[in-house]
């Protein structure tokens, strides 16, 4: 070390010594931002920074032992060797590629390989440089020294791309002097090597020629490795931009800008974590009602258009602590930290605020909200249980019509375990066809002739006992399920009235998705051919909201029906759309009037008037109406009055297994004083 220091303090000229070292600082500096290029690319682009780091750093290696060499003052004539300066530079540059290259590799012992051989092409640099440095004298070599360097550079440079590979804070500027140490290590332990026997004195290159070179090596230097470092520098910035508008597209909902899924379950999860100064959280699900109504009818457009403005509100109204997210749809999730209940009450007070009537140039809407809660001092601490349980708080306030917040307890977990439950026996009882069918009359007005039966599907449970329609009919839906159920009703219906001894219609029901069905005209084919039932006997009732979903397809499928020969009705009419453009559309065989309306029309003028309108519109457009839902002698007085054509009810039949009794039927519908009991119309 005493000698490295006399050879630097009494050999050189220490301006040019400090240059030197300025050169190799912001040259490492380059490299270091160069390799981080190197790492964060693939394939082509992978391979160029590798060659232009190379080069960076071969130059930085090349000018520092260039400006040292200049201030080196050897008391002899020196030239020097044009070809062998130049080999020495394409010699660093040669040997730090592949060292990069396997610096950059996700292996842990590849820093500090790639490092050694950067090392190594360092000390080839130096002593083909000297070889170079041609001095009117004898040199001659200390070979200790000579091992020093080498190992010195090798090690040193090791140690600064292992520290760069790693993950602690601070590497890059640790990096940064670990390989500048390496160069400038082996340059001055190089020359300390050196001894020249001066043979004759001379005038070589001149102290101002010398200055002048280094000056000129130094800005080249600077002009490459800056122009390498720039390079970096703007690919990194650019890179960084690209990840953050990508980072944003992928945690932004692209119609709101709202956060999406994914990033509100990372907020959740930070927020798990960190509490950020509030002992409460709460976690808010909320889904839109009446949203779809938009949908349907302004289109698709509308609806867009709606929750843009909605989200707009939802953003406005934000305070420190709250979070709303879009999560798909028209539901939404927040995610309030708060200090007292009564933060929490303003927040959905605020929430509930923002669906007020929206006033659009095409149209205005006005809109509700379903909205389940769940507390985190209460409900847990995980953000999936959290998420699932104020979706169910949600749903409970959806399927109670409530626009009241409602919070989570743990009977709806118990009611979601009974639904599952339900479903499973379901699925189990529709591959044993454990269901039956029973069958409710269909008079015609005034004859009291039967024009046919609706085939009502039953299932009696084995634990539960007999489940009503109600319950598992939406289930089935839900599921899934309601297509192979369907499926087996309309079969079963088909063979049992093929054994009638009568010609009566059947009526089956078809659900809305299984007019969706591609393979519906299939399956009521296959059904009538394999019972025998001729397709006249067959009707199929659907509601409206069947069609509404796909109109084009769902006629479609109604006019291939129709052709076959197969009745079709339109049922629950006067609920839902109940929109004429639908019978405009498809010439229906039958209107079957809602019972909700037959239910007050001895005491409702205006459901009376519903009732005589709808009886004039079907005589209008040819389409008799059946009032359902009759009880009492007086409904079916006013039914006959106001000009409906049939009627089906408990008044002249409960469903039942058996098929009412015709006589039975003729003689209720006569409005005779005797009124039958339950038993003996069933």
Not at 222 to 234: D, E, K, Q, R, Y
Request: hydrophobic letters at 50%; aromatic letters at 6%; one cysteine or more.
């Amino acid at each position: 070390m005493i000698r490295v220091a006399l050879c630097i303090g009494q050999e050189h000229d220490l301006r040019l010594v400090l240059l030197a070292l300025l050169i190799c600082v912001i040259g490492s500096a380059a490299t270091v931002q160069l390799f981080h290029r190197i790492t964060a690319s693939v394939g082509y682009s992978r391979f160029g920074w590798i060659v232009l780091a190379a080069v960076g750093t071969g130059t930085m290696v090349w000018a520092t032992h260039f400006v040292a060499m200049m201030a080196f003052r050897a008391s002899a004539p020196v030239v020097l060797d044009p070809l062998l300066t130049l080999a020495s530079l394409l010699a660093v540059i040669a040997l730090a590629i592949p060292g990069l290259a396997i610096a950059a590799r996700r292996r842990r012992w590849a820093g500090a390989a790639g490092g050694a051989m950067i090392g190594a092409g360092v000390s080839t640099m130096h002593y083909v440089g000297m070889a170079a440095y041609r001095v009117d004298g004898i040199v001659t070599w200390d070979w200790r020294y000579v091992a020093a360097s080498v190992v010195l550079s090798s090690g040193i440079a090791a140690a600064a791309f292992q520290v760069l590979n790693g993950r602690r804070s601070g590497r890059n500027a640790t990096a940064v002097g670990l390989l500048a140490l390496a160069v400038a290590a082996l340059h001055f332990t190089g020359m300390a090597a050196m001894h020249i026997a001066v043979l004759r004195l001379g005038a070589g290159l001149s102290d101002l020629t010398m200055v002048a070179l280094a000056v000129t090596t130094t800005v080249a230097t600077g002009i490459i490795v800056g122009c390498a470092a720039i390079s970096a520098l703007l690919d990194g910035h650019t890179q960084t931009e690209a990840y953050r508008r990508l980072r944003r597209m992928a945690m932004h909902d692209g119609l709101t800008d709202l956060p999406n899924r994914t990033s509100f379950i990372e907020e959740l999860e930070r927020r798990f974590r960190i509490r950020d100064g509030y002992p409460c959280m709460a976690v808010i699900m909320m889904d839109l009602s009446r949203f779809k109504v938009v949908n349907d009818t302004y289109g698709h457009q509308a609806g867009d258009q709606l929750l843009v403005a909605l989200a707009a509100r939802m953003a406005a109204m934000l305070q420190p602590g709250e979070c709303i997210a879009r999560l798909g749809g028209d539901e939404f999730a927040a995610v309030v930290s708060y200090h007292t209940p009564d933060a929490l009450h303003d927040f959905l007070a605020r929430l509930q605020g923002c669906t007020a009537t929206f006033d659009f140039d095409r149209f205005s809407a006005a809109i509700g909200a379903n909205i389940g809660v769940a507390l985190a001092v209460h409900d847990g601490f995980d953000a999936d249980a959290m998420l699932a349980k104020a979706d169910l708080a949600m749903y409970r306030a959806k399927s109670a019509h409530s626009n009241e917040p409602c919070f989570y307890d743990s009977q709806m977990d118990d009611a979601v375990r009974e639904r599952r439950e339900l479903i499973a026996d379901l699925r189990t009882a529709i591959d044993a066809s454990a269901f039956e069918l029973h069958y409710q009359v269909q008079a015609t007005i005034p004859s009291g002739e039967i024009a046919g039966y609706e085939a009502l599907v039953r299932w009696h449970h084995p634990v539960r006992g007999m489940v009503p329609p109600s319950e598992f009919i939406p289930l089935a839906e839900k599921s899934g399920d309601i297509v192979p159920l369907s499926i087996w009703i309309l079969r079963q219906a088909c063979f049992e009235a093929a054994l009638w001894p009568n010609r009566h219609k059947v009526a089956v029901n078809l659900s809305p998705i299984h007019l969706a069905d591609p393979r519906l005209i299939e399956t009521v084919s296959s059904a009538l051919a394999d019972s025998g039932l001729p397709p006249e006997r067959l009707s199929l009732e659907l509601t409206e909201s069947a069609i509404i979903h796909d109109r084009r397809f769902a006629l479609e499928q109604l006019a291939r029906l129709k052709a076959m020969g197969i009745a079709i009705a339109l049922d629950d009419f006067g609920v839902g759309y109940s929109s004429l453009d639908v019978l405009r559309a498809f010439p229906f065989d039958r209107i079957k009037l809602d019972a909700s309306f037959v239910a007050e029309i001895e005491t409702s003028e205006q459901a009376v008037s519903i009732l005589r309108s709808v009886a004039a519109l079907g005589t209008t457009l040819n389409m008799p109406v059946l009032a359902e839902g009759v009880e009492q002698p007086a409904q079916l007085s006013i039914v006959a009055r106001e000009g409906c054509g049939a009627i089906q009810g408990y008044l002249i039949g409960k469903p039942s297994r058996t098929l009412a009794d015709a006589e039975q039927v003729r003689r209720i519908m006569a409005l005779k004083p005797q009124i039958v009991s339950d038993a003996d119309v069933a």
